[in-house]
């Protein structure tokens, strides 16, 4: 390891004509819904996901999953999750399709897939039923003024709570 083991002065020293530090180990964000910190089954982030997709790891796949952000990495996963033979894969995003991060060519592809889009809504609260993944709590969302980010904030809609029937739940939302 870099740092008091082996520091970085020392690679200088040593002679070498280029340093390259990676220091890698992905943590997603979270959600901030309850549930979430409960280890249900049938819950995973979605970088560790689509590493175990890409490294072909056995999986226990759910029939209906929930696939929650609006980036590539949640359109990777939407997309990865039908390939994998999920009957029915939902996208749940708390803007609008305009605010969407991800390529314009990944959201088409996913739409022309089958992937299901819950625009304007947002996970509040994961449901269980003996410590798996049974549904996931939504609630729909409006448009406010733009953020930080120069995209509108969505704000919640009271009293537009609706629960997704899902066994699996994979949150895409960054790292």
């Known amino acids: 390891p870099i740092g008091p083991d082996y520091p970085l002065e ?10 390259f530090i990676a220091t890698g180990l992905h943590k ?15 819950y995973m982030p979605g970088v560790e996901y689509l ?8 999986m226990e796949l759910g029939e209906k999953v929930a696939v929650i952000g609006g980036g590539n990495v ?6 990865s999750s039908l390939r994998m033979g999920i009957k029915e894969v939902n996208l749940i995003y708390r803007r609008s399709r305009n605010e969407m991060p991800a390529n314009e060519a990944e959201i088409v592809a996913a739409e022309e897939e089958g992937v299901k889009f819950h ?8 449901l269980d039923q003996n410590g798996k993944v049974s549904g996931m709590e939504c609630i ?3 448009l406010g003024e733009p ?4 995209r509108r904030r969505p704000v919640p809609i009271k009293g537009s709570e609706f629960v997704l029937d899902v066994d699996m739940i994979i949150p895409a939302i960054g790292q």
């Open 119 to 126: 625009l304007l809504a947002n996970p509040t609260k994961i």
């Open 10 to 19: 020392k690679l200088r020293q040593d002679g070498f004509k280029a340093i």
């Open 140 to 142: 729909r969302m409006e």
């Open 28 to 42: 997603s964000s979270t959600m901030g819904v309850e549930g979430e910190d409960a280890g249900y089954q049938g």
């Open 147 to 150: 953020d930080s980010s120069g």
């Open 74 to 79: 949640a359109m990777d996963c939407a997309r």
């Open 51 to 58: 590493r175990k997709v890409n490294l072909e790891e056995k």
